[in-house]
């Protein structure tokens, strides 16, 4: 059951990336969001706009340049037990089984606990995923839909508050995807985790969140939109994907993308142009940080 209390505070969050060509790279500037407990969101952006930038801050992993992230009462500083994250590669230990995988991380976050109740732990995650019966698997007998079941295994049996998914679909088939979205939402759910997802896909998007969030095209990249999406849970696939509202809000996103997929367009014109000499490096150079275009290297002719 979902409240109404504030959970996750980011505000005025800003980060700068060193460019060894010039003045620092300000990829995210004054982005605010607050996020109820409970609450599901999907960050969805142009390639390069930063969501990954966003996540990862999220996460304690990425330094933040300036405002800060609050979860819970406490403003974060580092990664803490409280978060996990699900890359889209789960990167396994290839010498040990999926036990052994998910047993590593419970160990090092409760050193404290009896073996017998590290064994129920790593047991409990691997259930939820759907591997009760292939614990004693290793990577190299399992596909890459069971591999990422793994990662998730591994997030959720660090019993965090807040779960992170960076593309974590990415290299699936879109049936394995489909399960594996379905997975998580019952995760979501069950568990009472507040999540936040980074994908690329529309759909994904809506299916799985409570709120749409849409960025703005970087350099300086905010939120740009959001879109509430009203399903009730648990979300019922084969209903949603028929319901008139779906493509409403499928639509919505699109817009809200292709909008902004014209100045990226633009950006790319304008540096087909550059190559014929119609633009100087420098002009180049400052249209693509406005655009939101990573600054490169002057070419040598
Ligand atoms: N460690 C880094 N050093 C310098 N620049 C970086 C670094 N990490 C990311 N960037 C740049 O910051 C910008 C945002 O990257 P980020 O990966 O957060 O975007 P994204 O929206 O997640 O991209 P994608 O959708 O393609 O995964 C990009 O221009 C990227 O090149």
Redesign the pocket.
Known sequence: MKTQSKFVEISHLV?E???PYGDD?R?IEDFNLNIKKGEFISLI????????????MLAGL?EISDGGIIVGDKEIDGPGPDRSVVFQAPCLMPWMSAYGNVMLGVKNIYPHATKAQQKQIVEHALSVVGLADSMKKYPSEMSGGMQQRVGIARAIALQPKVLLL??PFGRLDSLTRMELQDVIVDIIAKEQLTAMI?T?DVDEAVFMADRCVM?SN??K?SVGEILEIDFDRPRDREKIFKDSQFFAYREHLLAFLEQRSHIKDKARIFSDKSTLGFMSEQELHDFQVKL???PQPAQGH
């Open positions: 980060k990336y060193p460019n790279f990829v952006g142009h390639s390069g706009c930063g969501k990954s930038t966003v996540l990862t990425n960076d593309e980074v690329h960025m970087g350099p990249a939101g275009v990573p």
